[in-house]
């Protein structure tokens, strides 16, 4: 069983910028595409960032030019860097590794908060 810890969330101001990390047990890493979702309060839950196995990237409209997501395999972690941030970007971050009719797990989730 693959267990997701996510760390990083918390409070920050509009304009500042949060890291979120996410660490995976066992040693599916390397050759999963991993992502990041978040579900705001009242919304569904929405891709904001992903990334194969083979380093291509893909970022919700609403996030690009200001988040990134990147991986570290030895590591076992992804990271969202997140930049010039904005109310809206507030939302419970979920980390997702996954590998398409294999597996799906997902991070037990970190709140954001973006302050006016």
């Known amino acids: 069983q693959v267990q997701l810890v996510e760390s990083g969330g918390g409070l920050v101001q509009a304009g500042g910028s949060l890291r979120l990390s996410c660490a995976a047990s066992?040693?599916?890493?390397?050759?999963?595409?991993l992502g990041w979702y978040r579900r705001a309060p009242g919304k569904q839950r929405e891709l904001v960032a992903a990334?194969?196995?083979?380093?291509?990237?893909n970022y919700a409209d609403s996030v690009k030019g200001r988040f990134t997501i990147s991986r570290d395999n030895a590591k076992s972690t992804v990271y969202l860097q997140m930049n010039s941030m904005k109310p809206e970007d507030t939302a419970v971050y979920y980390c997702n590794v996954a590998r398409e009719k294999l597996y799906d797990y997902w991070g037990q989730g970190t709140q954001v908060t973006v302050s006016s």
């Open positions: 066992g040693s599916i890493f390397s050759v999963s595409a």
């Open positions: 990334m194969t196995r083979n380093g291509f990237t």
